[in-house]
């Protein structure tokens, strides 16, 4: 899942502050699961938005709408009717979500409401860590399964920098050096020969260094 986090409500409230109708427009995908974008958090930043327009004394009309996905027309287009009644949006989706509505409403003013972070999963009840950097040629099965990538802090290919310290990445205690995980399981799966195996560089060309991607699957192409 993509994971995000909230803006903080005063970068928020700073953002539309010259605007008296505001649309905040949430998404039941990602953003619903790690809780910053959902129809509760579209109610809460809406109510956060009301009781600030009254504090200053202004008239301040906010909507609120929670989409399916902000990352398919086919939703986007349920905006139509009342896009029109704002001046300016705000969605609380990743990052792809405003610049979709942008696309589709040219004329409405749209503000992202979280900071998109990155590809991950929850490790426990509210902590989610990153586990993927779309890199575009997975290649786990060579690291046990780890990503070396995504999970090493100078995405190492051919074993550790050397900077690990009682299995944390030398960066923080905080992280753990994935490569120790990598070089522990390789050696529970009796697998540690793999890795004397020279991994030549890789070609960041399928990865985002490659420029913006697009994938096409002629099969679903009308
Ligand atoms: S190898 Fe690439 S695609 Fe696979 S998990 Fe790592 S970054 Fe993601
Ligand atoms: S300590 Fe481990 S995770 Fe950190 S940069 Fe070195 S090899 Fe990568």
Redesign the pocket.
């Known amino acids: 899942m993509i994971v995000a986090e909230s803006k903080p409500t005063k970068e928020l409230l700073e953002m539309v502050k010259d605007f008296k109708r505001i649309l905040v427009v949430g998404c039941k995908g990602c953003v619903t699961v790690c809780n910053v974008g959902g129809a509760k958090e579209v109610a809460i930043l809406a109510s956060t938005l009301r009781i600030s327009g009254k504090k200053e004394g202004l008239d301040v009309m906010v909507g609120e709408h929670t989409l399916e996905r902000q990352c398919d027309p086919e939703y986007i287009n349920e905006l139509e009717d009342v896009i029109g009644d704002y001046d300016a949006v705000i969605s609380i989706a990743c990052g792809v979500g405003p610049q979709f509505l942008s696309e589709k409403y040219p004329d409405t003013k749209i503000f992202p409401g979280v900071n998109t972070k990155f590809m991950g999963g929850a490790v426990e009840h509210g902590v989610w860590a990153e586990r993927c950097a779309g890199c575009g040629t997975c290649a786990i099965h060579l690291f046990g399964g780890l990503c ?1 990538i995504a ?4 995405s ?1 290919l051919n074993g ?5 310290s009682d299995g944390k ?3 923080s205690n905080e ?1 753990d ?4 995980l990598i070089v522990t399981k390789m050696m529970e799966q009796d697998r540690l020969d793999e890795l004397t195996v020279f991994r030549p560089p890789k070609s960041w060309t399928t990865a985002r260094d490659g420029g913006p991607r697009k994938m096409i699957r002629e099969e679903l192409v009308k």
């Open positions: 070396p999970r090493c802090s100078k190492l550790p920098c050397g900077g690990s990445c030398e960066i992280v050096c994935v490569w120790d």
